[in-house]
């Protein structure tokens, strides 16, 4: 069983940057691949990108590479999002995943989920 604890988010102005921070408890950190998805107020839930267990394999979805970069720290057990130039349609609630599969962008493809939090940009 992994259990996630995210911090972090808040309001930012448009162009602004916020680091997401996800904690997992238990061993083993370095044997799940991380994601990152959000889900914006009415829509479902989408891919923003992964990591693999070692850290050293990256993946994004289109509308955020470049902009986002996601990181782990294996000793601390966590994984974390910088966002950087950030948009008004980055406007989400965002959730930290663990799973089995590298490369995985599909909610369904990871096993344990974060709480969320509210990632707000305004123009």
């Known amino acids: 069983q992994v259990q996630l604890v995210q911090s972090g988010g808040g309001l930012v102005q448009a162009g602004g940057s916020l680091r997401l921070s996800c904690a997992a408890s238990?061993?083993?950190?370095?044997?799940?691949?991380m994601g990152w998805f959000r889900q914006p107020p009415e829509k479902e839930r989408e891919f923003v990108a992964g990591?693999?267990?070692?850290?050293?394999?990256?993946y994004y979805a289109d509308s955020v590479k470049g902009r986002f970069t996601i990181s782990r720290d294996n000793p601390k057990n966590t994984v974390y999002l910088q966002m950087n130039s950030l948009k008004p349609e980055d406007t989400a609630v965002y959730f930290c995943?663990?799973?089995?599969?590298?490369?995985?962008?599909?909610?369904?493809?990871?096993?344990?989920w974060g709480q969320g939090t509210q990632v707000t940009v305004s123009s």
């Open positions: 990591i693999s267990g070692s850290g050293g394999r990256t």
């Open positions: 995943a663990a799973g089995a599969g590298v490369g995985a962008k599909l909610p369904g493809d990871y096993d344990y």
């Open positions: 238990g061993r083993m950190f370095s044997r799940f691949a």
